[in-house]
């Protein structure tokens, strides 16, 4: 038996090297989060098609991925690195040898794409209805509910800096050029211009730092007042989208 299962193998690695230059366009995010855990970790693995994406080793394939991330004592850089690690659910196996073997059951090409690690207690989303996204959030306090809202939020909203202090000074330098020579373009008094781009510069902030945001499940209170009211620290996020 043993020797037909590294036969099989045998032939699925050569089956996947020439398959592995065929697109994988489809996927999913596996997560490794919780408040009761000292470390969060989300990891990208994309496949050939929608459905594999919903089959349960797949899902646990991701998971585990993200599991071995997060349980690493290095630091992990490189994909290679992360297959080399050893499978949280099968332990005589690593991670590599899991994605082979799966591999061979599926026959599709499976590509681990982006990865990130935090230390500290972290909430997560992994969204795969539509538009695939990813979310891994850091926080202080608050609740794995709690977490998890923000990190709904994070998806549906896209944010691009935790708070107004974290957006790249760059990019709301273009935005205020942009907003006054808009204002001026519109014929406004000269008087009223410097009035009129920072009202709407304020509101571009808004649009683009998580804590300032209008909740999407109560837009009367920011995400930060949300966070609050759960006795609940963003410290940091990840967002991933898949194809971006």
């Not at 538009?131 to 998806?155: F, N, P, R, Y």
């Not at 944010?159 to 974290?166: E, F, G, H, N, T």
């Not at 009223?192 to 808004?206: C, H, N, S, T």
């Not at 999407?216 to 966070?227: I, R």
């Amino acid at each position: 038996e043993d020797k037909a299962v590294a036969i099989l193998r045998e032939r699925g690695e050569k089956l996947e090297g020439k398959r592995g230059a065929r697109e994988t366009a489809f996927g999913r995010f596996g997560l490794y989060c919780g408040l009761d855990k000292s470390t969060g970790a989300m990891v990208e693995l994309k496949c050939e098609s929608a459905p594999v994406t919903q089959n349960e080793q797949f899902i646990n394939l991701c998971n585990d991925l993200a599991e071995g991330l997060a349980k690493s004592q290095g630091d992990i850089q490189t994909v290679e690195a992360l297959l080399a690690l050893p499978s949280p659910s099968k332990p005589s196996m690593t991670l590599g040898e899991q994605k082979a073997e799966l591999f061979n059951r599926i026959r599709e090409n499976f590509e681990v794409g982006r990865m990130c690690r935090m230390d500290g207690t972290c909430g997560g989303y992994s969204h795969n209805l539509g538009t695939v996204a990813g979310v891994l959030v850091q926080v202080e306090g608050g609740s794995d509910e709690a977490a998890k809202d923000v990190s709904m939020h994070i998806a549906a909203m896209r944010p691009v800096a935790l708070s107004k202090d974290d957006l790249d000074t760059v990019l709301v330098d273009q935005e205020r050029e942009y907003l006054r020579s808009a204002a001026i373009k519109e014929g406004k008094p000269a008087n009223i211009v410097d009035k009129m781009v920072e009202g709407r510069l304020q509101q571009f902030i808004a649009e683009k730092a998580l804590l300032a945001q209008p909740y999407v499940k109560d837009d009367k209170q920011t995400v930060g007042d949300f966070a609050k009211s759960k006795g609940m620290t963003v410290k940091k996020f990840e967002l991933f989208i898949l194809g971006q």
